[in-house]
């Protein structure tokens, strides 16, 4: 389809035709030899057999094929009644253009051009004048040759800008869901890390403002030491939502480098963290994994953090982790007693959300399921990591 400024510049199709029908009418009274070898004929008469031709040249925009053989027969036929065949070729020659302005098939053009000017040529060899039509021959062949050519440029060229412009336009949507795909998962990514910088230090907040609330009245040592940690979660808070958003802001200075990021190697760290929360973690993390090199690394570290963080909230107080290599895989468990859960505790699976697109963005795997055991029901996190390289 042309583009709307194309059509806005093209010329309208009534004035187009009446520009291509005035030659073919006119054409008619242009003296030829078959006028001058027989009785010239009635001035009227050739000129309404050339507006007839000239007012059926609009039908060619539809019946481009079959208004050409009629146009042809018509300026074949013309010697045998004494009328100029010059204007009635042209008529020829427009539908003749039309037809391969819209017809892919060159066979087909061919055909037509061949067809047409054989027709014609053979009408002026058989009823030309005496030895000198050589001319009026050569005539046909060159006017529906020129007319074949451009009608196969102006579709090329057409078909030509038609392709560039679908390019365009398909580079245009390539771009615009580019960038959609970009911001979703910039959007995701932020999520995540805003899931795994506050949320975790909140939620130990939560819980631990509960308890420190009910150890008040009785144990006021206690319940002093749990606002300490809390008011230590809430500054490590404020300190990452600090950093984070100087980081989408990118505020972030020459002097000011970012927050180093946590990884397997902090894996002690973080699982004295939710000790001192009062969870009891039992661990097994293995000799010499320390670092695992590659998006393993981080990810692993990711993996961890949720799966206490889950057992904080929704467990019994417990927690048991444990690491497992084979060859190239990291086999990483964290498990807990699912226990009664507070109230106040918050809600959602945005966390295990997170665990599962981070490990699936590195071709590792997720399982996450409950299990019914004799001291009552244990929530498993299960995963599997992709290493770099095989460790024994």
């Not at 309208?12 to 006028?35: Q, R």
């Not at 993996?303 to 990483?332: I, S, W």
């Not at 996190?381 to 024994?392: D, N, Q």
Request: glycine share 8%; charged share 20%; with cysteine.
């Amino acid at each position: 389809m042309p583009s709307d400024a194309a059509a806005r510049t093209r010329a309208p199709e009534w004035l187009v035709d009446i520009l291509l029908g005035l030659p073919v009418a006119l054409g008619a009274l242009a003296p030829t030899p078959f006028t001058e070898a027989s009785s010239a004929p009635e001035f009227w008469a050739t000129l309404a057999v050339g507006i007839a031709v000239a007012a059926t040249l609009p039908l060619a925009r539809r019946f481009p094929r079959t208004m050409l053989t009629v146009t042809t027969l018509i300026a074949a036929s013309a010697p045998l009644w004494s009328t100029a065949t010059l204007g009635l070729v042209l008529a020829s020659a427009v539908c003749l253009y039309r037809l391969a302005a819209v017809t892919a098939d060159r066979r087909v053009i061919v055909i037509a051009f061949a067809s047409s000017a054989a027709l014609l040529v053979t009408s002026v060899a058989l009823f030309g004048p005496g030895d000198h039509y050589l001319a009026w021959m050569l005539q046909p062949v060159a006017v529906l040759g020129g007319a074949a050519a451009l009608g196969e440029a102006t579709r090329s060229r057409r078909a030509y800008i038609d392709a560039i412009t679908e390019r365009a336009e398909r580079a245009e949507r390539t771009r615009e869901l580019e960038a959609e795909r970009r911001v979703t998962e910039e959007r995701l990514r932020i999520a995540r890390d805003l899931h795994d910088t506050a949320g975790h230090q909140m939620a130990a907040i939560n819980l631990n403002a509960g308890v420190a609330k009910n150890a008040l009245p009785d144990d006021p040592e206690r319940a002093t030491m749990l606002l300490t940690g809390i008011q230590q979660s809430a500054r490590t808070v404020l300190d990452e939502i600090g950093a984070l958003l100087r980081l989408l802001r990118g505020a972030t200075g020459d002097d000011e480098a970012l927050a180093p990021v946590a990884t397997w190697a902090h894996a002690p760290l973080v699982i004295e963290e939710f000790r001192s929360t009062g969870l009891d973690v039992t661990a097994d993390l293995g000799d010499g994994l320390g670092d695992l090199g590659g998006a393993a690394d981080v990810v692993a570290y990711k993996v961890l953090q949720e799966g206490l963080a889950n057992a904080l909230k929704h467990g019994d107080g417990q927690a048991l982790v444990a690491t497992e290599v084979h060859g190239r895989q990291l086999m990483l468990r964290v498990e807990n007693l699912v226990g009664p859960v507070p109230a106040s505790a918050p809600t959602g699976r945005y966390g295990l959300i997170g665990v599962r697109e981070r490990v699936e963005s590195i071709g590792g795997f997720v399982h996450a399921r409950r299990e019914g055991r004799r001291d009552g029901t244990a929530f498993v996190l299960e995963v599997g990591l992709p290493l770099t390289t095989e460790r024994s």
